[in-house]
């Protein structure tokens, strides 16, 4: 079966605007998370959604939110964007809400994004 | 705090073993996750530990002990396409059931012929 789908992989911004990036995960897939990667800091938890509702949420400032839908597609959004915003931005997602017991987390391929 | 910490860089050659370790810090255990990452790739699932234990797939085991916080990733019969960063990583669970990786900064694995 398809894997996790992200889209756009490259994109380029200017400071000041905002982004929207978008997950598709795993058929049957409920839970959808979001991950920011840079070489400093690595893999950072940004936030996590379960049937639409945001059931956890990392140490990142209000600018970056999220939202799922009925279909358990997801998407993030940047606002006002800064340099240190450039990244490698992961969605991944697992058939459960409890990230335990076996229930794998599987990353998408990313959307890179390069903040000028 | 939540804390992992793994070496940054190991090298081997290849056919030989390696392991690789990890040790964490966190709250609200739920399972311990390898990752491999390829430059430029996804990081793709390579084993998961809740209980305490070696598990074993294939050349690739792994290992946890929770009261003394530390797991260990042991890779054998290395071969050059093992050349590739090793994420470990804790999930957590906060009291809404909601879930989140803390993730290690990664060790860089050289495989030398």
Known sequence: ?116 | GQNIDQPTEMTATEGAIVQINCTYQTSGFNGLFWYQQHAGEAPTFLSYNVLDGLEEKGRFSSFLSRSKGYSYLLLKELQMKDSASYLCAVSTRNGQAGTALIFGKGTTLSVSS
């Open chain 1, 1 to 116: 079966k398809a894997g996790v789908t992200q889209t756009p992989r490259y994109l380029i911004k200017t400071r000041g605007q905002q982004v929207t990036l978008s997950c598709s995960p795993i058929s049957g897939h409920r839970s959808v998370s979001w991950y920011q990667q840079t070489p400093g800091q690595g893999l950072q938890f940004l936030f996590e959604y379960f049937s639409e509702t945001q059931r956890n949420k990392g140490n990142f400032p209000g600018r970056f939110s999220g939202r799922q839908f009925s279909n358990s597609r997801s998407e993030m959004n940047v606002s006002t964007l800064e340099l240190g915003d450039s990244a490698l931005y992961l969605c991944a997602s697992s058939s459960s809400s409890t990230g335990g017991a076996g229930n794998t987390i599987y990353f998408g391929e990313g959307s890179w994004l390069t903040v000028v």
